[in-house]
Antibody, heavy 122, light 106 residues
């Protein structure tokens, strides 16, 4: 049973860069069948997909965030990361990492981390 | 972007009731539709994918159907643990988008 665990600062100042890492256990990130993604949920609001990455480095971004987001993978440590630059209060959210199918028709998220709250405030 | 519109936004029901939640896509998504259950302070849990396929371990009282761009999640007999917020998600087209959620309350 794969498990995902997010880590990173819970407080980021406006205009700075938010950085989070997701450690994957119980399975290898080097899996042809999966992408690895980030999703966020502002307090009381709906879920928003941010970006996904394949273990070979192929990346997919939400166009609305693409200019500020970088997703990367570290296969040697079985983890992947996301950076969001120039944050504002509207980036305050619970950030989830999740496993996503990589075959056409399977791009849903079948395993999720517990989530980590990131607050943007000075 | 494909907009996903859920209805109702909230729903009151009782244990044993049959409930239906609807999700409408702003354009065709070829049944590439997933349903998730989220309880307070927890991550979403995948219930169904491909509009009607049950994820492993999910009780059979959950079912899904599709008609054109309208998708339905049905819970046949509500159990106490089913009171939660439910989200639909289309995974047909980038960006993958979610509905605004339906809060199911006692």
């Amino acid at each position: 049973q794969v498990q995902l665990l997010e880590s990173g600062p819970g407080l980021v100042k406006p205009s700075e860069t938010l950085s989070l890492t997701c450690a994957v256990s119980g399975g290898s990130i080097n899996n042809d069948n999966y992408y690895w993604g980030w999703i966020r949920q502002p307090p009381g609001k709906k879920l928003e997909w941010i970006a996904s990455i394949y273990y070979r480095g192929n990346t997919f971004y939400n166009p609305s965030l693409k200019s500020r987001v970088t997703i990367s993978v570290d296969t040697s440590n079985n983890q992947f990361s996301v950076k969001l630059s120039s944050v504002t209060a509207t980036d305050t959210a619970v950030y989830y990492c999740a496993r996503q199918g990589s075959v056409t028709g399977t791009y849903y998220f079948d395993s999720w981390g517990q989530g980590t709250l990131v607050t943007v405030s000075s | 972007d494909i907009q996903m519109t859920q209805s109702p936004s909230s729903l009151s029901a009782s244990v044993g009731d049959r409930v239906t939640i609807t999700c409408r896509a702003s354009q065709g998504i070829s049944n590439y539709l997933a349903w998730y259950q989220q309880k307070p302070g927890k991550a979403p849990k995948l219930l169904l994918y491909a509009a009607s396929r049950l994820q492993g371990g999910v009780p059979s009282r959950f079912s899904g159907s599709a008609s054109g761009t309208e998708y339905t999640l049905t819970i046949s007999s509500l159990q106490p643990e089913d009171f939660a917020t439910y989200y639909c998600q289309q995974y047909s087209t980038n960006p993958y988008t979610f509905g605004q959620g339906t809060k199911l309350e006692i």
